[in-house]
Nanobody, 126 residues
Framework: QVQLNESGGGSAQSGGSLRLSCVAS??????????MAWFPQGSGKEREFVSY???????RYADSVNGRFTISQDKDKNTLYLDMNDVTPDDTGTYYC??????????????????WGQGTQVTVSS
């Protein structure tokens, strides 16, 4: 199974920006035909979908972040990014990177992903 390691979390004020990174290693990295996604988890809440990126270029966002967040992959570096712009306090949480290898599709369901990182904390103040 691929190992995922997130970084880039931190603190920001409302309207600010952050960039999260997720490096995939082991099991050939993400390789071809994979799906990677971001799931934040607020305090006392379930992990919720914000965005996924399929290896063939298909990208989807949750309505709450559409137009503010941008997901991208650098396949040479086996790295997934999440550029967070115009953040709000509602974006606060631990952001987890998830992956499923050898897949032609993605899912908004957290239970669909077998590989997870340890998470990186994002705190947005008003």
């Amino acid at each position: 199974q691929v190992q995922l390691n997130e970084s880039g979390g931190g603190s920001a004020q409302s309207g600010g920006s952050l960039r999260l990174s997720c490096v995939a290693s082991g099991s050939g990295g993400t390789g071809d035909r994979h799906c990677m996604a971001w799931f934040p988890q607020g305090s006392g809440k379930e992990r919720e979908f914000v965005s996924y990126s399929l290896s063939d270029g298909v990208i989807r966002y949750a309505d709450s972040v559409n137009g503010r967040f941008t997901i991208s992959q650098d396949k040479d570096k086996n790295t997934l990014y999440l550029d967070m712009n115009d953040v709000t306090p509602d974006d606060t949480g631990t952001y987890y990177c998830a992956a499923r290898e050898i897949s032609h599709s993605c899912s908004r369901m957290s239970s669909w992903y077998p590989s997870w990182g340890q998470g990186t904390q994002v705190t947005v103040s008003s």
